[in-house]
């Protein structure tokens, strides 16, 4: 944890993580590059559908940026245990610098092929398969153990803050009324790397020096101890598995170019509004979080939650009025914040120090599955059924998954409170079940 005095302000609530100076830095870096991203994450959607007018190949957009998290997730979680988690963060970010360049002078010198889009793609899914892990594991280093709930719920927090300015941002930014050379996805891609070039530097600011959590030399057992402990963690395997096919079935991101031009007629800017809907849901709910945290029965409430998600899913496909489709896109993104916030507070309350890396490479796999991996899908269904009932569904699966996984994962349903101990004695109570059927 962060090498910091023991804090006299409540624990749970208001806005305690922010007492610490490499936190806000943090979040302020975090904040700017995720608004570049969503909207650089819009412009290539766009450009790829006018390139390609398929849903196929908006799904291997996100086919191509799950591959390297799902190729490096092993080495990823290593280099987080290994190294200092600052430091792999920057070395990434910069790999993304020189990736969001090339995508400008593509659209630049006006590309029609996607092929050349898919190859950085991947390095900036390469990029996110090692940043991913060290960010997540950062976040403890930051900021007293009584206050870690209360920074993931901020964080949180800050992270829809960005995914509601971003998609609004690059919708804007796309139809400005530039010069011919520089209208459209160029403009957006110089926003992103002006965002990025900030972030870099935000992060050589922090103080924070985390060093490395493993001594031991690279070997088989020391990069699938992560994969391993999950497995045997039924909490932690059912609270990232749950959000992972909830996500991966439900998740309707890759589509709403279909939806936003040929179901709803609204050009780009209707795009971002779309984009921006889910997390405009997913920011109210988060800053309600930070005043009233989940304070009992936190893995009934994600599961409830995880239902709720499905429903607005099939509410969404169904709809062809843009302010429906709105307010189901909102309790998208509002029911689906209950569940990130339980899961990556289980997730670091759960897992010993020197394994977070390792554990938190696991869970950006699972993510990136249900993200990247759900907008291969959403487009490999969409191509078959076509864009509604892909969606419609996606959203009855993510209902199916809920039964499922309270079934399957009663340690899941049985979790209350969210501190390590009550998960640690919640753990023991699961082993010593498992000793007495044997």
């Known amino acids: 944890m962060a090498d910091q005095p023991p804090s006299t302000q409540p624990t749970g609530s208001g806005a305690v993580a922010f007492l610490s100076r490499d936190f806000r830095l943090y979040q302020l870096a975090r904040v700017l590059v995720i608004i570049g991203a969503e909207a650089q ?46 430091q792999v963060i920057i070395v990434c970010y910069t790999l993304q610098i020189f990736c969001t360049l090339t995508l400008f002078l593509f659209a630049w010198h006006g590309l029609h092929r996607v092929w050349p889009i898919y190859s950085v793609l991947f390095l900036i899914g390469t990029g996110r398969a090692f940043s991913g892990p060290a960010s997540s594991a950062l976040i403890p280093h930051l900021v007293p153990k009584e ?4 920074a993931v719920t901020w964080g949180a927090t800050a992270f829809q803050v960005a995914n509601v300015v971003g998609p609004s941002m690059g919708g804007i930014l796309y139809t400005l009324p530039l010069h011919d050379r520089i209208a459209g996805a160029p403009v957006v891609f110089l926003f992103t790397l002006a965002t990025l070039l900030i972030f870099v530097s935000l992060m050589l600011s922090l103080h924070v020096r985390p060093g490395r959590m493993e001594h031991r030399a690279v070997s088989a057992e020391v990069l699938l101890a992560g994969l391993r402990y999950v497995w045997k963690t039924q909490l932690l395997l059912g609270s990232i598995s749950l959000d992972m096919f909830a996500v991966l079935l439900g998740g309707a991101t890759a589509l709403m170019p279909i939806f936003a031009k040929e ?32 304070k009992r029965r936190a893995g009934a409430k994600m599961l409830m939650c995880v239902g709720i998600f499905g429903a607005a899913t099939v509410v969404f496909g169904l709809s062809k009025n843009v302010w429906l489709s709105l307010a189901a896109l909102f309790f998208v993104g509002a ?35 249900s993200n990247e991996l759900g907008e291969f899908e959403s487009g490999l ?37 969210l501190t390590t101990e009550a998960l640690l004695h919640l753990e023991e109570e699961e082993a010593a079940q498992e000793v007495r059927k044997l």
């Open 335 to 369: 029911s689906d914040m209950v569940s990130v916030v339980t899961r990556s507070s289980i997730l670091q309350l759960a897992t010993p120090q020197q394994m977070r890396g390792r554990v938190s490479a696991v869970n950006s796999l699972f993510v990136g599955a």
């Open 41 to 86: 994450t819009l412009a290539i959607a766009w450009l790829v559908y006018q390139i390609t007018n398929s849903a196929l190949y908006l799904g291997y957009t996100g086919l191509t940026l799950f591959l390297p998290g799902l190729l490096f997730v092993l080495p990823a979680g290593h280099a987080s245990d290994r190294f200092d988690r600052r």
């Open 381 to 417: 269904t969409a191509s078959w059924w076509g864009a509604v009932r892909a969606v419609l569904y996606g959203g009855i699966g993510s209902l199916a998954i809920t039964g499922l996984w309270s079934a399957f994962f009663p340690s899941l349903r049985r979790a209350d409170q």
């Open 263 to 294: 179901i709803l007629h609204t050009g780009p800017r209707g795009l971002g509004l779309l984009r921006a809907a889910p997390a405009v849901g997913a920011l109210a709910v988060s800053i309600w979080l930070t005043w009233m945290p989940i």
């Open 147 to 150: 206050h870690f709930v209360n």
